[in-house]
């Protein structure tokens, strides 16, 4: 229990001195620019501020001083402090990742309640002084005691997660890719983002004068982008296919069509996109505060999963965080309780699915389950149920019980927890992108990015990293 206790003007003296430590992290300068309102690009992670061709990541100045205050206003004089006056002089910048710390020494004392203090933040690894000057306090007239200060936690929606799976992806050939009904402004949208990221080589499909029109609504041209005319749907997703048997395309892309007409095509008898698995679908998701991204399987295709195609589900995850740069994947096979339960199918389908991934059955991860939601992903609740495994509070894959739970959970992170996901259709011989038509921009194009780094792992072209998980 943390306990806030004050001094007052008589009970502080000169030469009393006190400190805090902070180490500076990008999530502080986007609270900062957003409380401020000073968006200077040199302050964020995502920009190069200066043109140098680099992001910077400076901290800002008043950022700096405002662990000055934090000080002042925690421990010396603590509770009941007000500033009169603050004078300060920067010599040199912070950056995030640096360790800083904030002094502030007594030098004098004006009654009844003026303290003067000089205060100074300096870098922790090397000494380095960021910042010096003078503050003139009012110090508190009354003691006072405060227990477990309660301030509301602040969480950055910030999508760092596919911010890094774009980077990886940025440099590799364009993947090219089957568009297959791209017919209104969003679908055509995301496939010319993906284009301009150079992640794809987006071939539309589909009726040209609807792709036109969508064009001319987003402002965007068409100029040096291939386009088959196709008649209908179903004759869309058939040439889309018959790309990817000819090898002109390897990744499909769903546009403005439904995605069992799209399904359908591709796991035709005749050269069909069938690979020996149940084609499934993975969302990959960016959820702000996870340290890691988070797989949730399946939530669009496979409705009431058997065994056998669980065991599909599994294997295809597990592929595809692979591929996303998670070289041993925690994968938590979700049911209502953590114990197996004759009476809850879906707790002996996760036993069992463990149990497979033991002898071999099911390969590049770690299994565990049944699991429950709450000591899947978090330690504190695995450690309080007695849980001891590799997975049990660190789980990177979610597998859910039936489509049910996995529309609910995905949507849940998407409007609760404010995540981001990326979709895409596993088991057959290329991937397949499938986003919602409520998907942004970033979740289209983390999107293309998630089938690029897959196809460029098993072709060879992107080696899994062996000793650490997707940054």
Not at 164 to 187: D, W
Request: with cysteine.
């Amino acid at each position: 229990m943390k306990i806030e206790e004050n001094r007052t003007f008589d009970e502080i003296a000169p030469g009393d001195s006190a400190e805090i430590v902070r180490i500076c992290t990008e999530d502080d300068f986007y609270v900062f620019a957003t409380s401020s309102g000073n968006h200077n690009p040199l302050h964020l992670a995502r920009y190069d501020g200066d043109g140098d061709g680099a992001p910077e990541t400076v901290a800002p100045a008043m950022w700096v001083g405002s662990l000055v205050s934090a000080v002042i206003g925690n421990v010396l004089p603590g509770a009941g402090s007000l500033y009169r006056a603050q004078s300060l002089l920067f010599h040199a910048r912070a950056h995030a990742g640096d360790e800083l710390v904030a002094r502030v020494t007594v030098t004098d004392k004006h009654p009844p309640d003026g303290i003067v203090m000089r205060t100074e933040v300096t870098r922790k690894a090397d000494g380095a002084v960021i910042l010096t000057g003078e503050a003139e306090v009012q110090a508190p007239a009354r003691k006072m005691v405060f227990e477990d200060l309660e301030i509301p936690g602040l969480l950055v929606e910030r999508h760092r997660h596919f911010d890094a799976l774009i980077a990886r992806a940025e440099p590799l050939p364009p993947l090219p890719t089957a568009v297959i009904a791209p017919e209104e402004p969003k679908s055509l949208g995301g496939a010319l983002l993906g284009g301009r990221h150079t992640i794809i080589a987006p071939i539309l499909i589909g009726d040209r004068a609807r792709i036109s029109a969508a064009a001319t609504e987003l402002g965007a041209s068409l100029d040096g982008i291939e386009i088959v005319d196709a008649t209908d749907h179903v004759h869309a997703a058939n040439i889309a296919v018959d790309l990817v048997v000819q090898g002109r395309a390897a990744a499909l892309m769903k546009g403005h069509l439904h995605t069992d007409v799209m399904l359908k095509a591709a796991l035709r008898k005749e050269n069909g996109l069938r690979a020996g698995r149940r084609f499934t679908h993975v969302f990959v998701m960016d959820v702000p505060g996870v340290p890691h991204p988070l797989l949730v399987t399946d939530a669009a295709i496979n409705i009431a999963p058997d065994l056998r195609c669980k065991m599909d589900i599994v294997q295809n995850a597990i592929d595809l965080a692979r591929s996303i740069g998670i070289a041993e994947p925690k994968v938590g096979v979700l049911s209502a309780v953590e114990t197996v339960n004759p009476d809850i199918p879906s707790s002996l389908d996760a036993a069992l699915l463990s149990k497979m991934a033991e002898r071999g059955q099911i390969t590049g991860g770690i299994v565990d389950g049944p699991l429950a939601m709450d000591n899947a992903v978090d330690i504190s609740a695995a450690r309080t149920k007695g849980l001891k495994s590799q997975v049990a509070g660190r789980a990177e894959v979610l597998v859910v019980p039936n489509i049910d739970a996995g529309n609910m959970l995905a949507k849940q992170l998407a409007y609760i927890s404010h995540a981001e996901g990326a979709g895409v259709v596993m088991g057959a011989r290329v991937p397949i992108i499938l986003n919602s038509r409520s998907d942004d921009d970033k979740a289209r194009l983390a999107s293309c990015a998630v089938a690029a780094l897959h196809n460029a792992r098993v072709t060879g072209l992107l080696p899994v990293p062996a000793d650490r998980a997707a940054e």
